[in-house]
């Protein structure tokens, strides 16, 4: 590659573009996911780091402290919990609604054939769901 009329001719190719697009795309996808996850952690360590100076002055500070600081624990990891069963909800509820929503276009797309029934996979994992957070799951304190 030279300079010149070689180098233009070779951008003006709209097959050079199609072509470095897709790898464009690719590239700047991966690298958003890669530094979204690493700022992630940053600041879960960030979060962690504050939490354990809090607790540790909280415990030195008086006698009371000790007290206050395994209460404080316990009421995090509560809202840990809390936050984990609504998330399944969520799913459970969502995975109802694609279940039905497949079954509803399957039929209308394919009326004779009963593949309109995959739809009930979904909507079995989202029962599934429902059922754990109900029923079997130990209670929030």
Not at 17 to 30: D, E, H, N, S, T
Not at 72 to 97: P, V, W
């Amino acid at each position: 590659m030279g300079n010149g009329p070689e180098m233009l001719a070779m951008w003006e190719n709209p097959q050079m573009f199609a072509f470095l697009i897709p790898i464009v795309a690719i590239v700047g996808g991966l690298t958003f996911v890669t530094v979204a996850h690493w700022l992630d952690t940053q600041r879960k360590e960030r979060e962690a780091y504050y939490k354990a100076e809090t607790l540790r002055r909280i415990t030195e500070a008086s006698g009371e402290g000790a007290k206050a600081a395994l209460e404080l624990m316990h009421e995090d990891e509560r809202i840990k919990r809390t936050k984990q069963r609504e998330g399944m909800k969520i799913a459970g509820i969502s995975n109802i609604g694609v279940g039905a929503g497949l079954l509803i276009f399957l039929h209308a797309l394919m009326p004779g054939n009963g593949i309109y029934l995959c739809g009930t996979i979904p909507g079995l994992i989202g029962v599934g769901f429902l059922v754990y957070v109900f029923f079997l799951a130990s209670p929030v304190d």
